[in-house]
């Protein structure tokens, strides 16, 4: 009888041994889902900058790009009217 009852007791503490390490195990999982996802949360915004920061670089240079079109269009154009006056004077001269 005595053997019985050592032999209960020591599946309830080997019992309660695997539940301690079950639960140990779930902690650690679900510590270590909640530090997964905060990797993987600051690796996407790290990206989404990244992204917008190559956008912006992008756009600048199209609109230093523009700009010297810009430029090139009003020198032009000055040229343009410069020959103009000079053809208005010609004919007033005749």
């Given amino acids: 009888m005595s053997f019985t009852g050592d032999y209960f007791q020591?599946?309830?503490q080997t019992k309660t041994n695997w539940s301690v390490v079950?639960?140990?195990?779930?902690?650690?999982?679900?510590l270590a889902t909640f530090i997964w996802n905060a990797a993987v949360n600051q690796a996407q915004?790290?990206?989404?900058?990244?992204?917008?920061?190559?956008?912006?670089?992008?756009?600048?240079?199209?609109?230093?790009t523009a700009e010297a079109f810009r430029?090139?269009?009003r020198a032009d154009?000055?040229?343009?009217?410069t020959d103009l006056i000079w053809i208005?004077?010609?004919?007033?001269?005749?």
């Avoid at 079950?22 to 679900?30: I, R």
């Fill in 77 to 81: 154009l000055a040229e343009i009217k």
């Fill in 45 to 64: 915004t790290e990206s989404r900058l990244n992204s917008v920061e190559e956008e912006i670089k992008d756009l600048d240079s199209r609109l230093d």
């Fill in 71 to 73: 430029m090139s269009i």
């Fill in 10 to 12: 020591m599946t309830t």
């Fill in 88 to 94: 208005r004077r010609q004919l007033d001269k005749e």
């Fill in 22 to 30: 079950g639960m140990l195990v779930a902690w650690g999982l679900t």
